[in-house]
């Protein structure tokens, strides 16, 4: 990177994603292909790729599948200097099956990761230096008791210095019980600016409403935005002052659904990073909507190929789609 100025920080467990390269059940499978996975890892991408500088932060085994996690993300612009690496616990992996229909079964193999071991007193100022925005999902405070005060600890050292910060959930019922999950969740959302749960995340943390109130519940806990991913539906955004739907953006051929709520993220953030000042007075509803439509057109997207990112847009392709031009190929 050239200057120091960072639009996101991100800091999560990137692993190696070993996918079954034919369908069927996985113990029958001889055929693997080997992929960088993450879910702040997969936002990080999008948002480099849709012009953002973004610095992703994370613990890594000293091993070649932490220099394949490094090098992934450098090739895609990401500032990986402050990466950390440990000499005795590994990188994870996790395998995913490729089935017929319905969405993947995965298989996580990370316990006792590099990123496992994430503690608080491991969280460093330098990591938000020049950054404007932090990004935390609730996967890293699966991981351990240490790692969710890891993730809280640098959660309010960003608010400290000013820093906006996005939470997206991302519940993992594998990682932990549903007590711990809903209680670890619902205590981060007051650290966040911009809360966006998934409708079934919803209804895990507050149990069955209609989806405004739950809008309204989450916005009273302290978030300013609140971006409710309704899969196939589309979205629906709230602020304090307004509620906005936007309509799916069509799938063609719908592949895999898993990282279909990172790219989301991206788009999202990419649109209201944008709008810092309007964040701070109060989002228009018109910013919202195109956050929104910006949202759910990379979640269309990362439905329709086999990777969590590798399909993800760049900057120059959403606005030849948005603006509804044939992508010239040849
Ligand atoms: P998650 O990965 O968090 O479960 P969702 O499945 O809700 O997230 O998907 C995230 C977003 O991706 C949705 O809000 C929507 O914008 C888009 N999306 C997902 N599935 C579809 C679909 N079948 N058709 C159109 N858009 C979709």
């Known amino acids: 990177m050239q200057d120091n100025k960072v639009d996101v920080v991100t800091l999560g467990e990137s692993m190696i994603l070993f996918q079954s390269y034919n369908q069927g059940a996985l113990q029958y499978e001889p055929l693997f292909t080997k992929s960088l996975a993450g879910a702040e890892s997969n936002v990080a991408i999008g948002l480099s790729r849709l012009g953002k500088k973004v610095r992703w932060v994370g613990r890594l085994g000293s091993d070649p599948f932490g220099d394949l996690v490094l090098t992934t993300l450098a090739g895609e612009g990401v500032d990986v200097s402050h990466a950390l690496r440990d000499p005795e616990a590994p990188t994870a992996v996790y395998f995913k099956d490729f089935k017929r229909c319905g969405d993947p079964a995965v298989y996580y193999y990370r316990k006792g990761s590099a990123a496992s071991r994430l503690a ?17 999902t609730g996967i890293t405070p699966a991981l351990g008791e240490h790692t969710a005060a890891a993730v809280r600890k640098l959660m309010e050292l960003a608010r400290e210095k000013g820093l906006t910060v996005s939470f997206d959930p991302n519940l993992r019922r594998k990682l932990w019980s549903e007590e711990q999950a809903r209680e670890t969740l619902l205590s981060l959302i007051p650290l966040c600016d911009i809360f966006m749960p998934g409708d079934e995340e919803a209804e895990f943390l507050l149990g069955p409403q ?56 991206s788009g999202l ?10 964040l701070s007075t109060g989002l228009g509803e018109e910013s919202l909507h195109e956050a929104l439509c910006r949202a759910n057109l990379l979640g269309s997207m990362a439905t329709q190929f086999k990777g969590d990112w590798e399909g993800l847009p760049t900057l120059a392709e959403v606005r030849t789609i948005q603006g509804g031009q044939k992508q010239v190929t040849r």
């Open 269 to 278: 953030l990419s649109v209201l990073l944008d709008r810092r000042e309007e």
């Open 210 to 265: 209609e989806i405004e109130a739950y809008g309204r519940a989450f916005l009273d806990m302290g978030p300013k935005v609140v971006a409710m991913k309704l899969g196939a539906e589309g979205s629906i955004g709230f602020t304090q002052e307004t509620v906005v739907r936007a309509d799916p953006f069509p799938v063609e051929r719908l592949i895999d659904t898993v990282g279909a709520g990172d790219a989301f993220a």
């Open 120 to 136: 608080p007193d491991m969280i460093d100022e330098t990591w938000l230096q020049g950054a404007g925005h932090l990004h935390v």
